[in-house]
């Protein structure tokens, strides 16, 4: 597509269901990034994909993140038994390898 | 290692002044280099960048000129407006030329 397609645009969740959050990159960009950025706070890196390599998942904060991406496409960021400190905007990107990235418009996630 | 120091923010400047907005990089070799903007309510979104020692980056009257010999990658402007607030986040690319890593993001506020 034109841009980094994120959904949901907000979700609220009750603390401890899981949650699911998907990206759909820009066509023909190999590379995928999940951030996250909490208020006030800079961009935290979660996990990172290049075409078919093994995904880069050296920020994921616990094992209840966890990250697909099928087909070398859309991306599904899962988060399983939320707790409140998970609540941030989670970002998406995409990339064509050594290039800047480009953002979707992000999940708001507020865990109540 | 590597990383990404901006001046801390916020900032606050009346309409049409100067803006500067420090960054500094420490890396080996000469990694591309980005600024990034986040208006609010919105999503990041490339704002200009350098690939190589000396280049100038430029957009929306921003410029940001690769200085290798500071290892620095200034941010300016020369007469803000208030359509300008926003954070900036400055950013270099890994050396694997993978990952971006990010500064902390400055809150620019421009006031009539």
């Known amino acids: 597509g034109a841009g980094v397609s994120q959904s949901p645009s907000n979700k609220v969740t009750e603390k401890g269901k899981d949650v699911e959050l998907r990206c759909d990159p820009i066509s023909g960009h190999t590379a995928l990034y999940w951030y996250r950025q909490s208020l006030g706070q800079g961009l935290e890196f979660l996990i990172y994909?290049?075409?078919?390599?093994?995904?880069?998942k050296s920020g994921l904060p616990s094992d209840r993140f966890s990250a697909e991406r099928t087909g070398g496409s859309v991306s599904t960021l899962t988060i399983q038994r939320t707790q409140q400190e998970d609540s941030a905007v989670y970002l998406c990107?995409?990339?064509?390898?050594?290039?800047?990235?480009?953002f979707g418009s992000g999940t708001r996630l507020t865990v109540v | 290692g590597d990383s990404v120091t901006q001046m801390e923010g916020p900032v606050t400047l009346s309409e049409e002044a100067f803006l500067t907005i420090n960054c500094t990089y420490t890396?080996?070799?000469?990694?591309?280099l980005f600024w990034y903007v986040q208006y609010p309510g919105e999503g990041l979104q490339l704002l200009l960048k350098?690939?190589?020692a000396d280049d100038k980056g430029s957009n929306k009257g921003f410029e940001a000129t690769y200085r290798k010999e500071t290892t620095s990658f200034h941010l300016e402007k020369g007469s803000v407006q208030v359509s300008d607030s926003a954070v900036y986040f400055c950013a270099r690319l890994a050396g694997n030329n993978r990952k971006l890593i990010w500064g902390l993001g400055t809150s620019l506020a421009v006031n009539p």
């Open positions: 990107a995409s990339s064509r390898l050594g290039e800047g990235y480009t």
């Open positions: 890396a080996t070799g000469y990694p591309s």
């Open positions: 350098a690939t190589k």
């Open positions: 994909f290049q075409g078919n390599s093994a995904p880069d």
